[in-house]
């Protein structure tokens, strides 16, 4: 955790032994654009993967422990800084090495402000703007009258955007870096990167929760990453049981594209809203006061459940101890998942006003104070469904990481069964209870289990994007040949071998955040 970020003189560990060829031609096309573009080589490249998901979905902005792990996917930035002249701009012209689909830009920072961010515009830039604003904030924090240096930028990114692999986290945490590296600082520590780019990314439009930031920074190559953020955030590796054949996960993308930046207000801010909202309206009926945390909005079903196990005054009766820490996560979890069907409508919803008229505020207050920071679109509002999946989705997670840790785990015959279960429970709950899945997904699911899978799920944001599949090794070929015919071809009868190629990754857990 209180590592710094990696500095590497050559990429040999940073991918898969059989990518390291491609790799080194991509990075070397990126050296060779670099200088072609700007008439100097680039003195440094930074590095940040996409993720995926394994399990714990739509949970991290609840302050519940997630698993996901990094992926070979990656945005590179090669940068060359210089110095600013005293009291003058900053100039950054931003250049991406795919410049028919993100436009040549140039950003201009005075030395005491920020790069300007429109969030309602849709631009590759603001990524970058983010993770610079995070940065230069935090070395303002440092020695008196910093200033940002100028600095020229090439950007080469490969993770699919709104495929749910995190690319604009991967965008933010890359750009963060280079910034913070530019502008002197030589040693990073993890932490620091994944606190600023989790709060950065924020400031294009998206309530986000910081499972994507830390899987893209704390990630070890070949394990599992755990992600917890209460009392603070903490990630540790958790490594994959030793079995022949190894543990396997196939990744396929549905090519529906649900950027979360776009579609935000009536889908993934509308769920933090309506999570936060949850928790207010639990903490009024049980009688328990809740206190500001680092959720997106200050408040969380995970504060939630620790002001209820803190202990002081409530309404109702509880099966142990109230205010005992040391009764079980699980048993806390189980009771909380059982009190949301007694406190909360699960089907019918809520309107503004009843929210408001439970928690004794205006409508207009409501709206300030949880719907103006992050605009959401929405008449009702499914706070039943939506903590019942935090609370079953935690306990999911606590099951996946037992199976994992246990030390008899490589020699259990039903290990890959237990685990493929419980993914499969979690994309029956992304489906039906948090309505963040689509017939895609949900068809892409049915083809890979029915050809051998043992669990199936959707793995980021939803609503299109990819799924994620545990796979008996032997199988990948016959899941891959289903895939192609019953899904790709049907969608797309010309589709070309190498959009295939690009639709469905074998994975292996990546390397994080380096330079």
């Known amino acids: 955790m209180e590592e ?11 991918y898969p032994e059989a990518n390291i060829s491609s790799q080194k031609e991509r990075w070397q096309n990126l050296l060779d654009h670099f200088e072609e573009k700007y008439g100097r080589k680039p003195v440094f490249v930074v590095r940040s993967p996409g993720r995926v998901n394994l399990i714990g979905e739509h949970i991290d902005y609840s302050l519940y422990e997630v698993l996901p792990m990094a992926i070979a996917a990656d945005v590179l930035i090669a940068v060359a800084p210089s110095l600013s002249e005293e009291h003058h701009d900053a100039v950054i012209p931003m250049l991406n090495i795919n410049p028919s689909k993100h436009k040549p830009s140039q950003c201009i920072v005075p030395p005491l402000g920020d790069a300007d961010i429109d969030a309602t515009i849709h631009e590759w830039t603001n990524y970058f703007k983010a993770g610079f604003n995070g940065a230069i904030g935090l070395l303002r924090k440092e020695p008196p009258g910093f200033s940002p240096c100028s600095m020229h930028i090439l950007v080469d990114g490969n993770v699919p955007a709104g495929g749910g692999l995190s690319s604009s986290a991967a965008f933010v945490c890359a750009s963060a870096l280079a910034t913070l590296r530019a502008n002197g600082r030589d040693l990073i520590k993890k932490r620091e990167l994944v606190e600023l780019a989790i709060v950065s990314e924020r400031a294009v439009g998206v309530n986000s929760g910081g499972m994507d930031q830390s899987a893209s920074v704390f990630a070890v190559k070949g394990d599992a990453l755990s992600v917890s953020f209460s009392p603070q955030l903490f ?3 958790v490594p994959f049981p030793k079995i022949d054949p190894p543990i396997t996960f196939m990744i396929a993308q549905s090519f529906v594209t649900s950027d979360k930046h776009v ?11 309506e999570c936060t909202l949850a928790a207010e309206m639990m903490a009024k009926d049980l009688g328990v006061a809740l206190k500001d945390d680092s959720g997106p909005l200050g408040r969380s079903l995970r504060g939630l459940q620790h002001a209820l196990f803190a202990g002081g005054e409530t309404q109702k009766i509880l099966p142990f101890t109230l205010g005992d820490p040391q009764t079980p996560s699980k048993q806390q979890l189980e009771f909380m998942l059982s009190t949301v069907s007694e406190l909360l409508e699960y089907e019918r919803g809520y309107t503004r006003e009843e929210i408001a008229a439970n928690l004794s505020i205006s409508v207009p207050k409501l709206e300030e104070k949880y719907m ?3 605009p959401v679109d929405a008449a009702l509002f499914m706070l039943g469904k ?23 785990s490589a020699q259990n ?6 685990l493929g279960a419980l993914m499969n429970e979690t994309q029956v709950s992304c489906r039906d209870i948090y309505e963040c899945s689509c ?12 050809a051998g899978a043992y669990g199936s799920r959707l793995t980021g944001a939803g609503w299109g994007g990819c799924t994620v599949h545990l796979v008996p090794k032997d199988e990948v070929n016959n899941i891959r040949n289903a895939w192609t015919e019953k899904y790709y071809r049907i969608r797309e009868p010309e589709i070309s071998d190498e959009k295939l190629r690009e639709a469905i990754i074998v994975s292996e857990p990546g390397h994080g955040s380096a330079m």
Do not use: W
């Not at 939506?386 to 008899?408: C, I, N, T, W, Y």
């Open 4 to 14: 710094s970020v990696p500095v590497l003189d050559s990429i040999d560990n940073l």
């Open 235 to 237: 990630a540790e590796a």
């Open 263 to 273: 579609t935000a207000p009536r889908c993934y801010n509308l769920r933090v809203v």
């Open 372 to 374: 103006t920071k992050f």
């Open 386 to 408: 939506r903590a019942r999946h935090v609370f079953s989705e935690a306990l999911r997670v606590m099951a996946f990481k037992q199976l994992l840790e246990d030390p008899g």
């Open 413 to 418: 015959p039903d290990l890959l069964f237990r």
């Open 439 to 450: 017939p895609e997904i949900d068809q892409l699911c049915v083809i890979a289990r029915e």
